[in-house]
């Protein structure tokens, strides 16, 4: 009986094997899929690392090598001028340093002993330094001499404080190229970590190592606060006389959980449920066939409906079920298998060649190399491989089996193929995808740092421009920090524009900005705003930095002749100096006031330096007051003439009256012109003047003649700027002026030698409607004769200033005589201004001059006065007033 039950129950056993097979077999195919998993999981994080620590490899690398680069050049300098300067040698060093680099200090040193540095503050005690008898740099400084090459330490602990490299060069000089020192480049190791991208958020722990090339211990150079993980990436950089092992892991480490384990674990176990659920209901029917031989059918029915469950399950999941006899070579494919690779499923028996047959042929030695150690061993069945379709196309399969043994001990092997190529090319899609974005990020972000960099800087120079100055002078602010701001403009610089053309223009602001940047400190802000106008902008403190001197040594330096296209061009330069003292002054009041004092600088004669000051803010005031006024006045016609009678010299006779511009201010009374026209025309409305003028001494001839006092003629002051308006000469056309009633005096300050043809038609057309010209302050030397006498003019003024001496001065006597003389070979008027005396008025006559004007006879007086003045006559003397009177 008990030998019944053991039977019944060895039987009832047998039953759940096929199910316990396929129970260890998914088990196993769980498991090595959680494996492979992990793996990919673990692959994939190795590869992220080792690009990102590439990354910075590269940069660190690069910017190492651009340092290097960088002072090499100006090493091989001064190979070529072994005797340079110290001023020439910061001049070259300072270019190299303004440019962004890691650079801390760089320093020549002839024969061992240092002569040169830059920069020189914060390094005054290098100089003089012999590494001959300095213990810790002799060897190093003599290993340059004997190896003959540039060689690079570090990371050395500076005395200057914090760490850095140092790049030290063999320096060659003469015919013979012999060696004659050293230079040594000192490169800031925390600037260059900081610019490699070791400083930010680093998406990965690293940390750094220094060896030198014959051994001894490995020094830290650089590690993040994570600790590098075990089995790291590792790639070196050998930077001359050292290398330096980089390490990098995944922040997390290489077990970090993967975000979607949970998910996958839970696909398996839910698949493992779908093919262990029918196996074991197919081992309880068997176990129960004798028993219910009824239900059986209907348990078919069922079990059938299972199986074709199970069938969608696998083929939705594209799993494949085999199991391998290697004793007979007999392989069991599932209709997943066949149709992976492609066998007809009416084909009822499949054999091992079958399978190595469609194989791809570069795989089949590594795919039976596995499966048959996988026998061998009875270990676990890992692999892919390719597998050719009917059509020529490839698939990819991913295997995992495990051995196992039968209760007659026969070995088999059974385990799952599925198809993994769309898995295979998502991941190349990605992988593709993934880095063209970042080529296309790299290449967005270099084309948005070179438009931002041209943004910001005069395509021309090279200087910063108008818009880069302003967010300097944002970022200045109010406050107390020191801020001295310097207006630099170019004088002559349009004369060059107008003889030479724009080219040799462009060329001599390339040189001005060089002169610039070969004078101002690094830490200078220089800009080119427009044209011919620089800002620099400076930080440092005002008391020690010595601003009127630089302005000097700049307006110097841009004095000096230039070589453009085979021509010296020579320019000057004013600039305007304004420091803030007061700290809730802004920098844009501050850049006003710096042109302020640039426009004082111009105003006494260019080329000269003008600081802001109390007096110049005042005038400021005084003049933004009144250049409002006049505009007030021009709308209120507060501008009057006086009237300044003029005297035939002969019979002192009035035959014209001269008509002067006056300002009656409301508060101030009558203003004098020397007060309100250099205001007026930089407001531009001398013109308006000028105009208002003309209208009311044509309105009081008109007056006089009907009150009978015959004046014959007005003279009115003219600019240029209202000689140059458009519309004047209808203007004229339009008063029906009678010929002879009316003279313009023309300033000979006008520059007729320069005037253009458009100037000398307007005074052409003048003349033709009737108006003398007469010119003004004749005498004062500001045109050639030549170029006034072509203008034809009615009369010549003489000036005041060479009719004042005339009594006391026989040269003057004789300078006036020469005028009147030219007059009269031209057919000229000569009129003197200035009559102060009787005196002058009688030597005059008796040189030759036709009319008199001056306090002598008569001072300017307002237009109801005239009549009075000339009725009484009060201006002849004794014996002519008789003899008037009498007739």
């Not at 199986?307 to 799993?319: F, G, K, N, P």
């Not at 004669?605 to 009144?626: I, P, Y």
Request: proline share 4%; glycine share 8%.
């Amino acid at each position: 009986m008990n030998n019944r039950h053991a039977q019944l129950s060895f039987r009832g056993l047998g039953y759940y094997a096929p199910a316990i097979v396929v129970a260890v077999a998914v088990l196993i195919a769980a498991f090595l899929a959680d494996v492979q998993k992990r793996r990919l999981e673990e692959e994939y994080l190795r590869s992220y690392t080792t690009e990102q620590l590439g990354i910075l490899r590269s940069r660190l690398q690069g910017n190492i090598l651009g340092n290097i680069k960088l002072a090499q050049g100006l090493v091989a300098t001064v190979s070529t001028e072994p005797h340079m300067s110290q001023e020439r040698y910061a001049a070259l060093a300072s270019r190299i340093f303004s440019e962004d680099n890691q650079l801390r200090s760089l320093a020549i040193a002839p024969d061992f002993v240092i002569s040169l540095v830059y920069p020189l503050k914060g390094n005054e005690r290098s100089l003089g330094l012999d590494y001959r008898t300095n213990d810790r740099q002799r060897a190093a400084a003599f290993q340059v001499r004997e190896r003959d090459r540039m060689i690079v330490t570090g990371p050395v602990d500076l005395v200057q404080g914090g760490r850095g490299l140092i790049a030290r060069y063999p320096l060659h000089a003469g015919a013979d190229n012999a060696f004659f020192g050293i230079a040594s480049a000192v490169i800031d190791l925390d600037t260059l970590l900081k610019g490699s991208g070791f400083k930010g958020d680093l998406r990965i722990a690293v940390s750094i190592s220094s060896r030198a090339h014959d051994g001894g211990e490995a020094r830290p150079v650089f590690h993040t606060a994570t600790p590098v993980d075990a089995d790291p990436v590792v790639m070196s950089i050998d930077i001359g006389h050292e290398v330096w092992t980089m390490s990098a892991a995944p922040l997390k480490g290489w077990r970090q959980p993967s975000a979607d384990l949970g998910v996958f674990r839970t696909g398996l176990a839910a698949l493992a449920v779908i093919i262990l659920v029918p196996m074991f209901w197919v081992g309880y029917l068997m176990k129960d066939r004798h028993r219910h031989i009824l239900a059986l059918q209907d348990r078919e029915e069922r079990l059938e409906t299972v199986s074709q469950r199970l069938q969608l399950a696998l083929d939705a999941s594209r799993v494949g079920v085999f199991e391998y006899d290697p004793g007979t070579g007999a392989l069991s494919w599932d209709a997943g298998m066949r149709t992976l690779y492609g066998v007809p499923t009416t084909r009822q028996i499949c054999g091992y060649e079958d399978w190595r047959g469609a194989l791809h042929p570069d795989d089949v030695e590594e795919a039976e190399r596995l499966f048959a150690i996988a026998i061998e061993t009875e270990k676990p069945y890992i692999t892919e491989f390719r597998v050719l379709t009917e059509g020529g196309g490839i698939r990819h399969v991913r295997a995992h089996g495990m051995t196992y043994r039968t209760a007659s001990g026969a070995k088999r092997i059974v385990g799952a193929n599925w198809d993994v190529t769309k898995d295979l090319q998502l991941q190349d899609e990605l992988l593709k995808a993934k880095l063209t974005a970042e080529a296309q990020n790299r290449a967005l972000e270099d084309a948005r740092r070179a438009m931002e960099h041209n943004s910001l800087h005069d395509a021309l120079t090279r200087l910063p421009n108008r818009r880069f100055l302003d967010q300097q002078l944002a970022l200045a602010g109010d406050g107390g920090r020191p801020l001295t701001l310097l207006h630099i403009d170019l004088d002559r610089f349009k004369d060059i524009n107008d003889t030479l053309g724009h080219a040799a223009g462009d060329q001599v602001l390339k040189q001005a900005a060089g002169v610039l940047r070969a004078h101002v400190p690094a830490e200078d802000f220089i800009a080119r705003i427009g044209g011919d106008e620089f800002v620099l902008l400076s930080h440092r403190d005002p008391s020690t930095a010595d601003f009127p001197a630089l302005s000097a040594r700049l307006v110097e330096a841009i004095s000096e002749p230039m070589a453009i296209e085979g021509h010296d061009c020579r320019i000057g330069a004013s600039i305007g100096i304004a420091t803030r003292n007061d700290a809730e002054e802004s920098a844009e009041q501050l850049l006003v006031n710096a042109d302020i004092a640039l426009y004082e600088a111009k105003r006494r004669g260019r080329n000269r330096v003008e600081a802001f000051n109390d007096e110049l803010r005042q005038r400021t005031v005084e003049v933004k007051r009144l250049s409002d006024e006049i505009l007030r006045g021009l709308e209120r016609q507060e501008f009057r003439p006086f009237f300044q009678p003029q005297f035939d010299a002969e019979t002192l006779e009035i035959v014209g009256v001269e008509a002067l511009a006056r300002w009656e201010h409301p508060t101030r009374g009558f203003i004098m012109p020397d007060t309100f026209l250099p205001v007026a025309e930089s407001l531009n409305v001398v013109a308006q003047i000028d105009e208002a003028i003309l209208d009311q001494a044509l309105f009081q001839i008109v007056r006089w003649q009907g009150q009978g006092l015959d004046v014959s003629r007005v003279s009115v002051n003219v600019s240029c700027q209202r000689l140059r308006d458009e519309n004047l000469v209808a203007k004229l056309k339009a008063m029906a002026i009678r010929p002879g009633m009316l003279t313009f005096e023309l300033l000979e300050s006008i520059s007729f030698d320069t005037a253009d043809e458009g100037l000398k038609q307007a005074i052409e057309e003048i003349k033709a409607l009737g108006i003398d010209i007469e010119i003004d302050d004749f005498g004062s030397g500001h045109a050639s004769i030549v170029s006034l006498l072509e203008l034809s003019p009615k009369r010549l003024k003489i000036d005041r200033r060479l009719v004042q001496p005339l009594l006391e001065s026989t040269a003057q006597q004789d300078l006036v005589r020469s005028i009147i003389d030219i007059g009269k070979m031209r057919d000229i008027e000569i009129v003197a201004e200035g009559v102060e005396t009787m005196a002058h008025a009688e030597l005059l006559r008796r040189l030759g001059c036709h009319i008199l004007q001056g306090y002598a006879l008569a001072r300017p007086m307002p237009a109801d006065d005239v009549l009075a003045f000339a009725t009484a006559r009060t201006w002849l003397p004794a014996g002519k007033l008789t003899t008037a009177k009498a007739s």
